[in-house]
């Protein structure tokens, strides 16, 4: 983990400097001078070579502090801390709704494989996986949402029972695209622990079906979907940027787009390490649950 924050930690530097125009200049428009320019340069430490600058914010990164907005002028961490939360929230929805839809479906296909349910559940996970994430919100929205009306349209709603209820439709946008990802791979390691000699031992020994598929083929399937839920957990972040535009939800996603269009370098660089932090802690934890499925991953 440490090595790959480090390696983000240089790449997101350079990255958002390479950004064209210049943050002071976005935030004053035209009515701002070149005097006027180079003192705010000075004041933020832009003026200073890119190493000085790095080491600079190295050196504040270790201590705990991510800089200042250069737009509106609050501490990164008010920002990141004010943000994250509807994010974190809709993707732990986005990863129930997920596997929630994976396992059974995958275990409906798997028992019944080469049949009409077989190749109907495989067809709608293709389906999924071909669309992307803001045409599943936009369907959804205008279905749910707008026709219906079951579901509102956008916001974040105010205490837990009303923000699960806004958060829904989002994190079912993001909870199909990973259950079609999820379902696949789970299906076919169900498939393969089917025809396994302890499994057709355990049969034998005359154990109940459901006894049988989860203590003996799920936990053992788990192992290789639990591999592909780390990597995932990446891309469940990066479509909830979309997704909260497409929804209107004041989390990390938002923030992100609106800190790229200001050149808001401080918040760029806070929010990334921050969404780094928390995909290598996903990884970290999908690890540890592997390793305790799989006594062979812990040596």
Not at 162 to 182: C, I, K, M, N, Q
Request: proline share 5%; no cysteine; aromatic share 8%.
């Amino acid at each position: 983990m440490v090595p790959t924050l480090v390696f983000i930690l240089v790449v997101t530097f350079v990255l958002v400097r390479l950004l064209p125009g210049d943050p002071l200049s976005a935030i004053g428009g035209d009515h701002v001078t070149d005097a006027q320019v180079a003192q705010a340069r000075a004041a933020y430490g832009l003026d200073q070579p890119l190493f000085a600058q790095f080491l600079l914010y190295v050196r504040r990164v270790v201590t705990g502090d991510l800089g200042r907005s250069i737009v509106v002028q609050v501490p990164v961490w008010s920002l990141v801390g004010e943000r994250l939360p509807p994010t974190m929230l809709l993707s732990g929805m986005a990863v129930a709704i997920g596997v929630g839809l994976a396992v059974p479906l995958a275990f409906a296909s798997a028992l019944r494989r080469g049949r009409a349910t077989d190749l109907a559940i495989r067809a709608g996970a293709q389906v999924g996986l071909s669309m992307p994430v803001f045409y599943i919100g936009l369907v959804l929205l205008t279905v749910f949402s707008a026709h219906l009306r079951w579901f509102p349209v956008g916001g974040y709603g105010d205490g837990w029972g009303d923000r699960v209820y806004h958060l829904f439709l989002p994190a079912l946008t993001l909870g199909v695209s990973l259950a079609a990802v999820l379902m696949r791979s789970l299906r076919a390691a169900i498939v393969d622990v089917l025809g396994a000699e302890y499994v057709d031992f355990a049969r034998a020994k005359g154990l109940p079906t459901r006894v049988i598929l989860l203590r003996h083929v799920l936990r053992n399937a788990l192992i290789s979907t639990l591999a592909l839920l780390g990597p995932t957990v990446g891309s469940l972040l990066g479509g909830a940027v979309i997704t909260e535009s497409v929804f209107a939800i004041p989390g990390v996603g938002r923030l992100m787009i609106e800190s790229i269009y200001g050149r808001d370098y401080p918040v760029i660089q806070g929010l990334t390490l921050s969404l780094a932090v928390t995909v290598s802690l996903a990884f970290l934890v999908t690890d540890l649950i592997q390793a305790s499925l799989d006594p062979r991953v812990a040596r």
